[in-house]
RNA sequence: GGUCCCUUCGUCUAUCGGUUAGGACAUCAGGUUUUCAUCCUGGCAAGAGGAGUUCGACUCUCCUAGGGAUCACCA
């Protein structure tokens, strides 16, 4: 049995989103979930007109930070070599020739605008266009300035697809296409047959798309006399309104713009797997390496499955939950190894805050993370003074019922009290449970004014956990404050 | 139009002929001493339509409808 060899192969086109790259998951996955089993990267680059500058090495990156590491492929600065097509001409030449020397390719002799005349000749009819219909009895002798066409032999096929199942298809999808192109570049349908024979693929996993030029390629396999390798068709990611596949064009995201708003990789992976796959189970959070050892792609979906990215944010919490009772440490290092930008709130590296304080913060703030970005809105409030804003009192459900001097009473009380504790965690707690005695208020009054008058945040985390971290000078200095600002 | 593929809650999906059609996201309602979040409890919500095979069909077959891909010197 030969070692499992899978290849992910875009055109540097672009930047890759999430449709491309969850292609490249499931072939990376088939890979690794091998015994020796090697993924490979090809730049397909035959294209000379659509070739976008800096798209190849966007590609290696986007994989990189995903962590879906090629085994064989382009090196990472960036320079070319043998994985890119365009450095890989004298190959396809090599087996063009062999196929113009067993009759099985031709020369082209008809201008673009003849083939166009017979394709509206055709639509004009009602019938199908095939470019066999006209094939020439006598082409020229090819000599590299026109395009080279495939003599294909039509036929019916059925076949296995290792997600779609069995498919059957008749010859009328079956045509002489263009092998190499009068630039001397070969086309996609020529350049990924010879690729991969020659990297030894033994799945290649694409989208779609490709899935009605199959049979031309069954019937270039067979004219080349190769064991076509084990197929399989990815079903495609439909945008978030409409059932149209995710497309640039409709705003789909670079997957890198994901990393730049603070999403883990290992959420991503997971996202991008549970997009049209599961193993049968109930499980809904997977760990890569459990998705390495559950893969297979015959449980792969067969029906396009529909982006949303509300899934990936909680997946994404998910993640990060787990990331920080596996280690908080952890979670602290990737907030600041990002290489995009730092996540924390600028005056979170002032003079007073050190590791240990901002560790403190991410202790209570890890639970409603949903993604790094919005770590700033969720913690400002730690390192510097908000504004004060009297709306969130007046505006409050609990404290609209109050006059500002009820208020002012009540934190004035609050102060007293507070200026007692030691502002442990423990002792707030005990402190702030006397005062709802002393003052005869509901927590959601005591609890809410004091938690707006310290903060001036919309949201925080528990009312003694908070205090304790801001500390004691800082909240009461907060407190006075408020105060006045309580006339 | 030709060729080919697809069709279960709003969304992602489970079901290898027998289930009150399950789970998750989202949403709604409660609970956890305030808020946001987490967590817990509960609610709403689905087999495109029609024939057939069968004791029994979401599951198999056919038809219809709808959706999608492709029909480039693009990949």
């Known amino acids: 049995m030969k070692p499992v060899r899978t290849r992910f192969a875009p055109s540097p086109t672009g930047y890759l989103h999430v449709g491309g790259i969850r292609t490249a998951l499931f072939a990376w996955l088939v890979a690794k979930q091998s015994p020796g089993g090697k993924f490979i990267l090809r730049i397909e680059d035959t294209d000379q007109a659509r070739e976008v500058q800096g798209s190849a090495q966007h590609i290696i990156d986007s994989l990189s930070w995903l962590g879906i590491e090629y085994d064989e492929g382009p090196p990472k600065d960036g320079t070319r070599n043998d994985f890119y097509q365009s450095q890989r001409l004298e190959i396809y030449q090599t087996w063009a020739h062999k196929l113009i020397d067993a009759g099985r390719a031709y020369a082209d002799p008809y201008t673009a605008e003849e083939v166009q005349a017979f394709r509206e000749q055709a639509q004009k009819e009602k019938r199908p266009f095939l470019y066999r219909n006209h094939r020439p009895e006598n082409p020229p002798v090819w000599d590299g300035t026109t395009p080279l066409r495939f003599k294909s032999d039509p036929k019916a096929y059925s076949r296995h697809d290792a997600v779609m199942g069995d498919l059957s298809t008749s010859p009328e999808s079956i045509d002489d296409f263009i092998l190499v192109k009068s630039d001397g570049y070969p086309t996609y349908n020529f350049a990924h047959i010879v690729d991969d024979v020659d990297m030894e693929i033994t799945h290649v996993i694409r989208g779609q798309e490709f899935l009605s030029s199959v049979p031309n390629y069954l019937n270039l396999y067979e004219a080349l006399d190769i064991t076509p390798p084990i197929l399989a068709t990815m079903p495609h990611i439909l945008g978030p309104d409409g059932n149209k596949k995710l497309s640039k064009r409709d705003g789909a995201k670079d997957i890198l713009d994901y990393r730049k708003e603070g999403y883990l990789p290992e959420a991503m992976r997971n996202f991008l797997a549970s997009l049209g796959w599961n193993d049968g189970t109930e499980q809904e959070v997977f760990s890569t390496k459990e998705l390495i050892e ?133 002792d707030l707690t005990n402190k702030l449970n006397e005062l709802l005695e002393q003052t005869g208020q509901k927590p959601g009054v005591l609890f809410s004014l004091i938690r707006v008058a310290t903060t001036w945040a919309a949201a925080s985390p528990g009312l003694a956990d908070t205090l304790a971290v801001i500390g004691k000078d800082r909240s009461l200095e907060r407190l006075n404050r408020s105060l006045k600002a309580l006339l």
Do not use: C
């Open 294 to 426: 559950k893969f297979s792609l015959d449980r792969v979906q067969r029906s396009g499955a529909r982006f949303d990215e509300r899934r990936l944010l909680w997946l994404n919490g998910a993640h990060i939950r787990n990331l920080y009772e596996d280690d908080p440490n952890q979670l602290y290092r990737l907030l600041g190894e990002s290489p995009d930008a730092t996540f924390w709130p600028e005056e979170a590296f002032a003079a007073p805050y050190g590791a240990t304080y901002r560790k403190r913060v991410l202790g209570l703030v890890q639970e409603r993370l949903k993604f790094f970005a919005e770590l700033p809105d969720l913690t400002n409030f730690f390192f510097r003074d908000l504004p004060v804003d009297m709306s969130l009192i007046d505006n409050n459900k609990q404290l609209k019922k109050f006059s500002h001097a009820e208020l002012k009473t009540l934190l004035e009380q609050a102060k007293t009290t507070l200026e007692t504790s030691d502002f442990s965690s423990d």
